[in-house]
């Protein structure tokens, strides 16, 4: 099967979700529960389009599941893994950078309706930051130290898309704050140095990202609770610079969250991959009828 190619969307643009569907509940489903004749279940179940909720959650129910094992059963039904398919599904955010590779991709796939559903959403900038805060969560190790680089560079690449942060990052050994930079960052050696106000958001990225792990809200400075976080920030003038004059901590705190995500409202374009689906209930439904 040929993948698919998302090299040129900038990085944090794309996240990736997949999940297994189990036919055999599917086809009991359609056939036990509404009462469709085989025949008309299988045509039924190759139009058969989840929801993006179903694609996307990190919960999955019957007759969705996950799992990493080689040959899984599913959780429902028992059935062996010839009767599963995997789905993948990809959220591609709306905006300027990701135009003209999503119209490119879309266009690629146009042709092959059956094996491929886009589906547009309407959702806002929080909401999705914090999709990729969670995307980023589990693909980190927070036990081994290095996530806190990861995690800076993760947020340098969202923040700033153009700039080539695997070179930035090659080789680096720390990052600091410097008060000789007004904005943006500047390499020394090993050291990556940040504008203070730039430095302070990667900060409250760390806090997010490790908040609720067992040593919570980690950041490059140390632990932190959120009011130290954001006492430190008031200090170096990031309140002040960013008219956040609120002195309530979840008022602040909203604020703060509007600054690192951004607000106002956005499109999500999914982009689900049906080709395994689609050959395995031809493959099912040939052995059922
Ligand atoms: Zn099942």
């Known amino acids: 099967m040929q993948e698919l190619d998302f090299s040129e969307f900038p990085p944090g643009t794309v996240t990736e979700y997949t999940t297994l569907v189990c036919l055999a509940c599917i ?20 139009r ?27 959780p429902y039904c028992d059935a062996a893994k010839r009767w ?37 959403l309407k959702s806002d900038r929080r909401s999705t ?12 190790d927070l036990n081994d130290p290095a996530w806190l680089l990861q995690a800076t560079k993760a947020y340098l690449e969202r923040k700033e898309p153009k700039q080539k942060w695997n070179k930035v990052f ?28 730039l430095y302070n958001e990667s900060l409250l990225v760390q806090y997010l990202v490790s908040r609720f792990h067992e040593h919570g809200g980690r950041t490059l400075e140390g632990r932190l609770t959120l009011i130290e976080l954001i006492r430190r920030m008031r200090k170096g003038g990031y309140l002040s610079a960013h008219n956040i004059d609120a002195t309530d901590q979840f008022e602040i705190f909203e604020r703060l969250l509007d600054e690192v995500a951004g607000s106002g ?8 991959d049906r080709r395994e689906f689609i050959d395995k209930v031809k493959s099912v439904y040939a052995s059922y009828a």
């Open 27 to 46: 086809f009991d489903i359609f056939t036990k529960q509404i009462g469709l004749a085989p025949r008309s279940a299988y045509s039924e179940i190759k």
């Open 48 to 74: 058969y389009s989840p929801t993006v909720e179903e694609l996307t959650s990190r919960k999955a129910v019957r007759p969705f599941f996950d799992s990493d094992e080689k040959h899984p059963r599913c």
């Open 84 to 120: 599963h398919a995997r789905l993948d599904t990809y959220a591609i955010e709306g905006g300027k950078t990701t135009d003209t590779p999503r119209r490119k991709l879309v266009k690629s796939v146009e042709k092959k309706k059956d094996q491929f559903a886009v589906i547009e």
């Open 129 to 140: 930051f914090f999709d990729w805060l969670d995307t980023l969560r589990i693909s980190l």
């Open 170 to 197: 090659d080789g680096l050994r720390g990052v600091r704050p410097s008060s000789r930079l007004e904005e943006g960052w500047a390499r020394d050696g090993t050291r990556l140095f940040l504008a203070p106000s």
């Open 265 to 272: 409202q956005l499109k999500l374009y999914y982009l689900v």
